[in-house]
């Protein structure tokens, strides 16, 4: 069902993969970051510049173990960002469907969880689609006020998508236009947190990562990927919700 930028990733249909742990428990790749003492505030506070975007994958895959985790870092991540996002964050759902009422402008993790919590992951991994809606919504946006604030997606998957070049197709497209409408290169960032520790997956998400911008020519990266890790999560947390918008953490 995946394919892959170069490589082929065989499809698992929607089943855990081999060495996932059962449901229910949450899961975490192997790789690790140095702790260091951050100032939350000034290194929250650069959010205040960016309306904040969480695209959450809920397909079949999605099931157990790694959407408790989901849970986890989603709860994590919306607390600290509605604290500087003044007119509140959104979600999408790859699948579920909600009222632009019930899901944008959210001032409370509460509200995000709850959201949450009513959702069962079940269905296919449209990436590509849920991406393209996001980011013409976007730009449609930012044609009519160039004063619009920057976007910052923050998209919480397995990194199994129904088709890999489409979800690369769709980057590169509004990459391109952003291009031609001579926006500054940080207007958008896309950060993949990969939830569970596929290879297979890893490596695509961090073809998208480190491949685009030299592959067609891009101006600008926007891409940025990061497993989910046990372990030093205030360092992790920085790196989630900072990774796609500022550089310094992308290139960590």
């Known amino acids: 069902m995946l394919k892959k930028l170069g490589l082929s990733i065989p499809s698992n249909g929607g089943s855990l993969s081999e060495g996932q742990s059962e449901p229910n428990q949450p899961e975490s790749s192997q790789a690790t970051f140095k702790a260091r003492p951050p100032d939350k505030e000034k290194v929250y506070g650069r959010l205040k510049r960016y309306d ?6 809920d397909s079949d895959s999605m099931f157990g173990g790694r ?6 870092v989603l709860a994590d991540i919306a607390a600290i960002a509605v604290k500087y996002d003044r007119n509140g964050v959104d979600i999408r759902f790859f699948n579920a469907d909600l009222d632009d009422v019930e899901r944008l402008n959210l001032d409370s993790a509460e509200k995000v969880m709850k959201l949450f919590d009513n959702v069962e992951p079940e269905g296919p991994t449209p990436t590509a689609d849920v991406l393209e809606i996001e980011l013409k919504n976007y730009i449609f ?3 009519r006020n160039r004063n619009t ?3 910052n997606l923050i998209v919480l998957t397995d990194g199994e998508p129904d088709s890999d070049q489409q979800v690369a197709d769709v980057i590169v497209k509004y990459a391109k236009l952003l291009e031609e409408l001579e926006a500054p290169p940080l207007q958008v ?3 993949f947190v990969q939830i569970g520790g596929d290879k297979a997956a890893s490596e695509f998400l961090r073809s998208l ?3 685009l911008q030299e592959k067609y020519k891009l101006d600008r990266d926007m891409v940025d990927t990061v497993p989910w890790v046990a372990g030093d999560e205030t360092r992790l947390y920085e790196k989630i919700l900072l990774g796609g918008v500022l550089k310094r953490l992308d290139h960590e």
Do not use: C, H, N
């Open 52 to 57: 904040t975007a969480f695209l959450v994958d």
């Open 209 to 211: 990562d480190d491949d």
């Open 141 to 143: 946006k930012y044609r």
């Open 189 to 191: 960032g896309i950060q």
């Open 149 to 151: 604030k920057s976007l």
């Open 67 to 72: 959407w408790e985790t989901a849970k986890k």
